[in-house]
């Protein structure tokens, strides 16, 4: 569905953001892009969007290059980034001036997430409090049903219940036609919602693997003492939970937060392993 | 696949844009109101009459200054950085978006301000000939003065266009500051090829030859000057802002 071969970017006098990026994301998932403050997540989301221009390289979303925002592809993906802004206009209106521009828009579907965010139609957008306004165009870029949403950072500025109803919302709205991106640094917040992750370090991808591949591969929790000598990663901070080789243990919910830290401190040790 | 011009599409375009900046546009038309009918009156007060020389005068002090302020105004979620990421990702494409805003800050905002602009003028006149016992006369909508001011407008709109476009801030200031350099740029380059190719006729000895070459120079252009001026100088500025649509990064 979506393509990027061999991304290259960076901002004028400054140190490279992407590197030769290589992915493909296929429909039917939800994928976590991962890293850390500064590596390239939201570059990379606005190069996907066509927002920015790749210094080499590109990104195809159905065989048609991103980068030159025709109308088709632009109805194909809907875009949520991080810092925005909305109109100051009741949320019926800013819903009817900008669905006409998406085919699949359902405004059924639009309005039942609005009231699941305990929102009402007529409120003033700009009345609302930041995390409210997200959730506003959270719903909205539901509703589009584009084949490809992009969300940047989204959980941030949502207080700790309207995190639960968006993991619950974003897991319900996934079908066998669309990709969803989640770009975040916070990896809990996407705990049990994502089924594939991509962490992104010093301007290249260093781990894009599915989750039922890591959960067969790897074990998280607490190590017996027999096995104490094979663990690949641990962290005290996390009540002494640590990743291993799974072999014959029973599987294991996936821990992202550790399997995060534990790709960060030694990438090739982890995707070794996955991939025997 | 989507076609890459559709005129529905150009139409939810210009009436989004007029949706969002109801209440600017509402204020604008208002003030501008206001300020045509004082005009209109205070020269009434003069000589008892508005003829349709005054009255376009009046209306250009008015039209000018507002549209450049709508072009200004419709291309705020271009460079607004909080904005343009939702903006430029929404389903349009350049050549349709280029269309609508200058259908909308042109065309549109003409018909709309000159209708409003004739309503005010009579309105204006009716208070005249009862406060001042002026002369009624309806004033013509297609009067010569009144499509010279259009057809000016029509030049100097994609300017300012490509400056709304061009500057994230002080855009107006520093639209302004560009044309004044290019202007004076354009007085020095002129000034130089007259010097150098008339200078054998003695322009500079101090006799009258050189300021009457220049009084008809400022009058009078030469038929590439009348096309480049009139005809391609503002469609070559909306094919810049084409580009800078087009070539626009968040």
């Not at chain 1, 100051?88 to 039942?112: D, G, M």
């Not at chain 2, 349709?96 to 200058?102: G, N, P, Q, V």
């Not at chain 2, 107006?172 to 740029?185: A, D, E, M, Q, R």
């Amino acid at each position: 569905m979506l393509n990027c071969k061999q991304l290259q970017f960076n901002y004028p006098k400054s140190r490279p953001i992407l590197k030769s990026v290589d992915l493909n994301f296929g429909s039917g998932n939800i994928y976590g892009l991962f890293g850390k403050n500064g590596e390239g997540k939201s570059t990379l989301m606005k190069l996907v969007c066509g927002l920015l221009t790749p210094e080499f390289g590109y990104c195809t979303l159905f065989g048609e290059s991103t980068h030159a925002r025709s109308v088709q592809t632009l109805k194909d993906l809907f875009f949520i980034p991080e810092d925005f802004e909305l109109p100051a206009l009741p949320i019926y209106t800013f819903e009817k001036i900008n669905s006409v521009f998406y085919p699949n828009f359902s405004r059924e579907h639009f309005y039942t997430l609005i009231e699941e965010f305990r929102l009402y139609r007529k409120q003033d957008i700009s009345k609302l409090s930041f995390g409210q306004k997200k959730k506003v165009l959270i719903a909205f870029g539901l509703a589009t049903n584009t084949p490809l949403l992009l969300l940047d950072e989204p959980t941030n500025g949502l207080d700790i219940p309207s995190k639960s109803q968006f993991r619950k919302i974003l897991a319900s709205s996934i079908n066998e036609d669309k990709c969803i991106i989640i770009s975040t640094h916070q990896v809990r917040d996407l705990h049990s919602l994502i089924d594939h992750m991509v962490i992104l370090d010093n301007a290249q991808v260093i781990f894009n693997q599915s989750l039922s591949t890591v959960s067969d591969a790897l074990w998280f929790g607490r190590p017996s003492k027999e096995n104490e000598s094979e663990v690949l990663f641990s962290e005290s901070t996390f009540g002494g939970r640590v990743i291993l080789n799974r072999e014959f243990q029973e599987e294991s919910e996936v821990d992202l937060e550790l399997l995060f830290n534990g790709v960060l401190s030694n990438p090739e040790k982890i995707n070794s392993i996955l991939k025997n | 696949m989507a076609k890459e011009f559709d005129i529905s599409r150009i139409v939810q375009f210009i009436k989004r844009d007029v949706t969002l900046l109801k209440g600017s546009i509402v204020t604008g038309l208002l003030v501008s109101s206001i300020l045509l009918f004082l005009f209109c009156l205070f020269n009434m007060a003069w000589d008892k009459k508005l003829s349709a020389d005054e009255f376009f005068g009046c209306f250009s002090l008015c039209y000018f200054p507002l549209g450049v302020l709508y072009t200004y105004a419709i291309c705020r979620e271009f460079q607004n950085p909080k904005l343009n990421h939702t903006y430029l990702s929404l389903p349009v494409s350049t050549q349709e978006r280029i269309t609508a805003k200058w259908l909308n800050a042109y065309l549109l905002y003409t018909l709309g301000f000159s209708l409003l602009a004739i309503t005010v003028g009579m309105f204006a006149m009716i208070v005249g000939t009862i406060i001042f016992r002026a002369d009624f006369t309806i004033t013509s909508l297609f009067s010569t003065n009144y499509w010279n001011v259009v057809f000016l407008y029509f030049f100097v709109q994609p300017i300012f266009l490509v400056g709304a476009l061009s500057f994230t801030k002080n855009r107006i200031g520093k639209t302004l500051l560009v044309l004044g350099v290019l202007f004076i740029g354009f007085l020095i380059f002129n000034f130089i090829c007259f010097g150098l190719l008339n200078h054998d006729f003695g322009i500079f000895s101090g006799e009258s030859t050189g300021s009457l070459a220049f009084d008809k120079a400022s009058k009078d252009f030469s038929l590439f000057g009348r096309w480049f001026y009139g005809l391609i100088f503002g469609p070559l500025m909306l094919l810049v802002a084409y580009y800078k649509i087009k070539e626009k990064e968040v």
